[in-house]
T-cell receptor, first 114, second 111 residues
């Protein structure tokens, strides 16, 4: 059974701090990794994708991937109250016949306090 | 920027009734999907659709579910005989090949 694990939180950080969200996955051959943000009652919104080991930065967001440790993380710098949401880690199942089939983690709830 | 759209936003039905959830994926995307999220639980893959046929389905997608692309734009999910446990948010999604864009979802409530 392929699994994606996240700490459900809540993770509480003060405004302006760095929020660090973590995710581990079980399928060693996975090659595509995504972070989605989901506000309560809304659909997941793609914020970062990463495919190779190392860091990928986009604005205030940095995704980090370590395939040897089967670990993905998301750093949010200068956290804002509007970043308060649930962050979903998703892993693409390689070896399947199509792209886009994702396995999701439970999500980590982030609370940014003013 | 084009978006995936879904109708209705909320559907209430009686157990045993058939429901059809509708989606308009982004037009130049190649793969289309249905995912669902039971309240408080993970987002779960149901089915993928490519070149007018199912390319993959999960164990959740049993004989009571079906998908169709009746014309060049709409993509539908039919649940033939709804059960209480089918109550969930159903998300349509599409991808151009990297990353998946989700629609706003249809909240299905089975009474």
């Amino acid at each position: 059974q392929k699994e994606v694990e996240q700490n459900s939180g809540p993770l509480s950080v003060p405004e302006g701090a760095i929020a660090s969200l973590n995710c581990t996955y079980s399928d060693r051959v996975s090659q595509s990794f995504f972070w989605y943000r989901q506000y309560s009652g809304k659909s997941p919104e793609l914020i970062m994708s990463i495919y190779s080991n190392g860091d990928k930065e986009d604005g205030r967001f940095t995704a980090q991937l370590n395939k040897a440790s089967q670990y993905v993380s998301l750093l949010i710098r200068d956290s804002q109250p509007s970043d308060s949401a649930t962050y979903l880690c998703a892993v693409g199942l390689d070896g399947s016949s199509n792209t886009g089939k994702l396995i999701f983690g439970q999500g980590t709830t982030l609370q940014v306090k003013p | 920027e084009p978006e995936v759209t879904q109708t209705p936003s909320h559907q209430v039905t009686q157990m045993g009734q058939e429901v059809i959830l509708r989606c308009v994926p982004i037009s130049n995307h190649l793969y289309f999907y249905w995912y669902r999220q039971i309240l408080g639980q993970k987002v779960e893959f149901l089915v993928s659709f490519y070149n007018n046929e199912i390319s993959e389905k999960s164990e959740i997608f049993d004989d009571q579910f079906s998908v169709e692309r009746p014309d060049g734009s709409n993509f539908t999910l039919k649940i033939r005989s709804t059960k209480l446990e089918d109550s969930a948010m159903y998300f349509c999604a599409s991808t151009p090949g990297t990353g998946v864009d989700f629609g706003p979802g249809t909240r299905l409530t089975v009474l």
